[in-house]
């Protein structure tokens, strides 16, 4: 058996989906390296660039795109009709103050919305954990950063008072 170097022996990525789905089979660093090329030629990313770029068939970003028109119409539809209800609010005051809501939002079952008037417990809980999760990442992401220790602190104490 031959040797390997360090570099080989990762098997790894450094990089992940976070949404695995959407990777179909492609390797993340891949299309980070692609994606790293088109802002070091454009100064900045966009969708169009992406999109353009995608269009080629020999493209590493070609395969996470769909191209059939008929089925890309259809998901694009869907896609309008998701921010519809997540573009809903009801002004509420409350103490003496406006505030805005979203009128629906996803249930625990993720089969689908509810009006946030509707939701039992468990939907509740799902909202609840969401929260967390949310919090939990926005205060590691502020780690990475300089000058964030007191919105940490906040956001600590928020997430110690939903547990």
Known sequence: MGSCSKDELMVESLYKWQMKGLAKG???????EELERLQD??????AGIIVSTAKNKNSVLHQLFEWDDTKAAEKYRLHQARILLNNIKINV???GEAREYSVFEITCNKDGY??????DTDDVEYIKTGVLKSLTYWKEK???????????????NAIEALI
């Open 26 to 32: 492609t390797d993340p660093s891949i299309v980070y």
């Open 41 to 46: 030629i454009h100064g900045t990313l966009s």
């Open 93 to 95: 005051v409350s103490d």
């Open 114 to 119: 509810k009006r946030i008037q509707s939701f």
């Open 142 to 156: 502020l780690k990475l950063y300089k000058n964030f220790d007191e919105a940490i602190k906040h956001i600590t």
